[in-house]
């Protein structure tokens, strides 16, 4: 049997994501990148257990790489922090299609535009494609929310900051959020290491229950 993909070598592996068989080449070659891997797929898990062995460094010219990130400003702002994870990793659950790059995306024009607020000087820019756009406006309710006054209150929202947040803060925060996405991902753009990362934070929340596995019993 011939790949379906390449339409030259021998297809030797089971795909899940395509339900035949490919190569070995073209499963390499297009996994995350033209194939939607299940995250459950035996020779993805194995690609990304290599990948965990050969960490890749960031590029020089990596957006915010030259932010100072105090260690101060996450221990005093878990909580938002966490609600920032939160609030990403449930919206991928409810947008099944959201990758890393929509999370990267999301979160580098979010920082962008509270660099630019702390300042003085309010300039906002969200991503142009429609999953980052609106991953975009969650993650910027939510930080409206935080920083309002009644959530210093008594039976406050969960992910509320025990002290006021500013909005210099805020950015250092989402710049931790986007390094971190950075080391977790591969680059390919169909990735969703980081958003299954960000997800296996809160096991327990009801709204990030994972769907029903993809594989197709060949």
Do not use: W
């Not at 494609?129 to 930080?143: D, G, M, N, Q, V």
């Not at 980081?194 to 929340?205: I, N, S």
Request: with cysteine; glycine share 4%.
């Amino acid at each position: 049997m011939t790949c379906p993909i390449c339409e030259k070598r021998k297809a030797e592996r089971f795909c899940p994501a395509k339900g035949e068989k490919i190569c070995a080449v073209c499963c390499g070659r297009e996994r995350e990148v033209s194939i939607d891997c299940p995250s459950d797929c035996s020779y993805l898990i194995s690609a990304h257990r290599y990948e965990d062995e050969h960490r890749r460094a960031l590029p020089e010219d990596t957006p915010l790489l030259d932010v100072k990130v105090s260690q101060d400003v996450i221990y005093a702002h878990q909580n938002v922090l966490s609600g920032l994870a939160f609030t990403a990793a449930k919206f991928s659950a409810s947008h099944p299609a959201t990758t890393d790059p929509d999370v990267l995306a999301a979160l580098q024009a979010l920082a962008e535009a509270y660099k630019t607020l702390s300042s003085g000087i309010y300039y906002e820019k969200p991503p142009d494609a429609s999953i980052p756009r609106e991953l975009y406006t969650a993650l910027a309710a939510f930080l409206n929310e935080s920083k309002q006054p009644s959530n210093a209150h008594p039976g406050s929202p969960a992910f509320a900051s025990p002290a006021p947040v500013k909005d210099s803060e805020v950015f250092s925060l989402l710049v931790f959020l986007y390094r971190m996405g950075l080391l977790r991902t591969n680059g390919r753009p169909r990735a969703r290491r980081y958003v299954e990362f960000l997800r296996g934070q809160f096991p327990a929340a009801p709204e990030l229950k994972r769907e029903e596995s993809r594989i197709i019993v060949p």
